[in-house]
T-cell receptor, first 113, second 114 residues
Framework: GAGVSQSPSNKVTEKGKDVELRCDPI?????LYWYRQSLGQGLEFLIY????????KSGLPSDRFSAERTGGSVSTLTIQRTQQEDSAVYLC???????????FGPGTRLTVL | AQSVTQLGSHVSVSEGALVLLRCNYS??????LFWYVQYPNQGLQLLLK??????LVKGINGFEAEFKKSETSFHLTKPSAHMSDAAEYFC????????????FGKGTHLIIQP
């Protein structure tokens, strides 16, 4: 079956612009996660959605970052007024009922000029 | 809060030699522990996981890891390295049974010498 997909695979933007990154989880997976991977900080957890519960936003680095999940499936991570330090690979993962293995997508490489 | 320490940002071994990648964790509750592998320009793939029960866990591609509570360790091993094992390896911990965001170590880049 299809894995986690993310789009776009690469995004180049100018400082100050807003960007939206999309994640399509594996069908039937109720939990969805966003992570950021950068050279300086490694892999960092950003936000976690589980079913209809309020998301765990404890990893979001600033209020410029937000995410939503529509219909319990597709998720969009939005970064407003992008800064150069936002440049990173943004990874999405999903899991079944939020327990056990998280399946990762290929990531979106964001470059802020 | 949990944390993960991976000793050695780079490990180099000869093809056919033993692979040992070290991981130590801290957690206030019984942890779930994971090893992921990342090949160049790809996402993360699960190698193996420890949840409960048997402390020696076998994974894909001949890798295994042993959970040692007394040492708070979860080291990854493979008896004989292949060139195809060259990749970045990440150890991760969850203290909510996997139902939360994982905390990752900084990663270890495994280099295989011919």
């Amino acid at each position: 079956g299809a894995g986690v997909s993310q789009s776009p695979s690469n995004k180049v933007t100018e400082k100050g612009k807003d960007v939206e990154l999309r994640c399509d989880p594996i069908s039937g997976h109720t939990a969805l996660y966003w992570y950021r991977q950068s050279l300086g900080q490694g892999l960092e957890f950003l936000i976690y959605f589980q079913g209809n519960s309020a998301p765990d936003k404890s990893g979001l680095p600033s209020d410029r970052f937000s995410a939503e999940r529509t219909g319990g499936s597709v998720s969009t991570l939005t970064i407003q007024r992008t800064q150069q330090e936002d440049s990173a690979v943004y990874l999405c993962a999903s899991s079944y009922i939020g327990v056990g293995e998280q399946f990762f997508g290929p990531g979106t490489r964001l470059t802020v000029l | 809060a949990q944390s993960v320490t991976q000793l050695g940002s780079h490990v180099s071994v000869s093809e056919g030699a033993l692979v040992l990648l070290r991981c130590n964790y801290s957690s206030s509750v019984p942890p779930y522990l994971f090893w992921y592998v990342q090949y160049p320009n790809q996402g993360l793939q699960l190698l193996l996981k420890y949840t409960t029960g048997a402390t020696l866990v076998k994974g894909i591609n001949g890798f295994e890891a042993e959970f040692k509570k007394s040492e708070t360790s979860f080291h990854l091993t493979k008896p004989s390295a292949h060139m195809s094992d060259a990749a970045e390896y990440f150890c991760a911990v969850s203290d909510r049974g996997g139902a939360d965001g994982l905390t990752f170590g900084k990663g270890t880049h495994l280099i295989i010498q011919p």
